[in-house]
């Protein structure tokens, strides 16, 4: 069914949306493409068009480790930053939605005092500039023993992460609207069934969506965890600005660059099925 | 919210908790051995006890941290203590730690850094806010691998870190000279300056084919405090400017200053993109040689005693690369520490650190593996020691250790550093067009 309709689709496409679609793949993809050669190059030159060397060339001659033998090997760390990455961003996802849900809820259906303003409080984080976040922060976690620990960095990442998190949630409780609830309990529901056999399947798609948002957001944060892990936690930002900071790519700069963008494309990859159907499919009843 | 701030509190108290020191033990430990009341068995033991040691080191160079993890750690762990080697962008990085945790009133065993590798500023820093641990390095037992005695014009680089009077509160790692290598595929011999005055001539024919690193990075003022050397308008050379702050004046360091600032900025136009007004400042060592690999500049002027040699290997330096001898007389020779800060956690496992980096047997396997300049003196070695770290060098490429002996000088005070390379950015970056004798007052009362 699915499949006919993508036919139908691009069939129906003009030739300028043909180049256009073509110019926006090639955006996403072309800088992957010298990163990939770089990361298997030993020697590579301006000008020439390939690398002079390749790194198999010199695989064994060297001392040390070279290109993907330095990434995939325990000397870049690369496995101890990937795993705090996840670990990081699972946990923060975790948090945010436990804190998220409730607030959500309250800020789509209710109407308080000083709601505008508790809004504008909320997306604060999003104005003031992350250096100033991480130096405050980091006087009093040093005081209260907090910084350079994972905990340290969760809390954090909460601080830009809530913003997203809280918007996007109350937007999908809006949408939900009380209807649905109400027509639950009219037929005899218990609160407990309404919340996990209504409210939450309905809610999941909005979830899936600003859950996967704040994974994002959190394996990216470079600034924050920088200053509050004090060098003692890596994750795959920090040890990615650590290799490209002087603004040339070698060979395991460039590998390291393209494991850094593997946890993003493996969960949208997961997460683009599931939203796409349960959202447009069930979500809202249509 | 609630739920937020009411978490924050409980891993608050969890990790106060857990982040107990012994902070008596620590100080007694320190007092005793600098003191010489206890020796060096019972440093070793508490050094058990701590377990750990974390060295903060800048990470850019995966050769140094294969060595870290490969030759270190397992050396480290045979002492019963576990290596921690945090890598960091920038070493400055390690210093703003260590003095913020000292303003949050972390003391002696409260902080998060043991040893930290570092030279120049960031020591004068450190030593500046009263942030070290001691006078330690003289009595470790590698002490004896250094030249300590003062009436040896030898043992000045051990006991004065960017003119700056060390007290044996870091302990030598590697020595360097300031050098710089040519594409010799590109630039045939007879066209290689030795001077500044020659490499002005050689960029008016070649426009565009040369830059240096950008102060403040130290590889940068480096390069600014060779141009002011050559152009000391006294010939005096370097000897002025291994006084302090406090010992010249602003008046007398503008005048001395002047001639080298005058040239660099004459230089400006002839730089890397200079013809399009902002020349291109490649900001550190690995962009520097990006740009000599790529062939954008002729020239690569940096610290790196072997590093065209390290380079071949790498693939980071042009085939054809060699070192050539610039500035003459006025190639600035120093060494590069290990020190431990005041609120070390590990002070002891820091000293046995410290003194296994200074042993003949790490030494001769850095130079190997590393391309790192040995940091102990060959003198004080005997024949089969001597040898081995001689036979260790990965090697000079295209000039002598002769020739590099003869054109050696001293770093600056690491006191002028700090104007020098404010001057620069405000007269040479910041185009300000006041006379250098007034934006030297103005660096004099900041830095004060």
Known sequence: MARREDIALTSRLSPFQRIYLLLIAGFIVGPFLPLIIQSLAFRWAWPDLMPGTWWMQQRGKSAIPLAWDYVLSPYSHIWEAAINTVAIGTTVTAICLVICLPAARVLARERFRGKGAFEFFLSLPLIVPEAAIGMALLMIFIRLGLAGSFFGIVIAHLIPTIPYMVRMLTAVYQGLGKDFEEQAMILGARPMQILFRVTLPMLLPGVVAGALFTFLVSTNIFLLTFFLGQGKIITLPTLLFAKISGGTLDASAAGITLVVTLPGIVLLLITERFIKEEAFGKGFGN | ?448
């Open chain 2, 1 to 448: 919210m609630k739920l937020g701030i009411s978490l924050f509190g409980v891993l608050a108290m969890c990790t106060a908790q857990a982040a107990w020191a012994d902070v008596p033990a620590s100080a007694a430990l320190r007092d005793g051995f600098i003191a010489g009341k206890l020796d060096w068995s019972a440093v070793e033991a508490r050094a058990k006890e701590e377990g750990k040691v974390n060295l903060y080191y800048w990470g850019g160079d995966d050769t140094l941290n294969v060595w870290m993890d490969s030759v270190v750690a397992p050396a480290m762990a045979a002492q019963g203590i576990k290596l921690n080697p945090v890598r960091v962008t920038a070493t400055k990085d390690a210093v703003d730690l260590v003095l913020a945790e000292k303003n949050s009133g972390k003391g002696v065993g409260e902080g998060s850094v043991d040893l930290i590798w570092v030279n120049g500023d960031n020591f004068a820093t450190l030593k500046q806010q009263g942030a070290l641990y001691g006078g330690f390095a003289q009595r470790l037992p590698n002490a004896k691998n250094l030249e300590w005695d003062p009436s040896d014009q030898r043992a000045l680089l051990n006991l004065r870190d960017f003119g700056v009077e060390t007290n044996g509160t870091e302990m030598p790692w590697s020595g360097e000279e300031y050098n710089c290598s040519v594409n010799s595929k590109r630039v045939a011999d007879a066209d290689i300056p030795h001077d500044f005055d020659a490499l002005k001539a050689y960029l008016e024919k070649h426009p565009g084919k040369f830059t240096y690193v950008k102060p403040p990075h130290y590889i940068g003022n480096t390069f600014v405090e060779e141009a002011i050397y050559a152009h000391n308008p006294d010939g005096t050379g370097a000897a002025p400017f291994q006084q302090s702050l406090s010992e010249i004046k602003p008046e007398e360091l503008a005048r001395l200053i002047a001639p080298g600032l005058e040239y660099l900025k004459s230089l400006e136009p002839l730089l890397l993109n200079g013809a399009s007004g902002s020349p291109n400042y490649p900001e550190d060592n690995k962009a520097i040689d990006g740009l000599f690999l790529n062939g954008e500049i002729d020239f690569n002027c940096k610290f790196g005693l072997y590093g065209v040699a390290k380079g071949l290997s790498t693939g980071t330096y042009p085939e054809g690369a060699k070192q050539f001898v610039f500035p003459k007389n006025t190639m600035i020779k120093n060494k590069n520490y290990l020190v431990i800060p005041s609120n070390a956690p590990d002070g002891a496992a820091a000293m046995v650190l410290a003194n296994w980096m200074s042993s003949v047997e790490s030494q001769a396997s850095k130079l190997k593996e590393v391309g790192m300049p040995s940091g102990i003196d060959s003198w004080k070695l005997n024949k089969t020691d001597a040898d081995l770290i001689a036979s260790s060098s990965p090697g000079l490429v295209g000039v002598t250790q002769d020739e590099m002996d003869a054109n050696a000088a001293p770093d600056t005070n690491a006191t002028l550093v700090n104007v020098i390379k404010a001057t620069w950015l405000e007269y040479i970056e910041r185009h300000n067009p006041a006379p250098i004798a007034q934006i030297v007052a103005e660096a004099y009362k900041t830095a004060k």
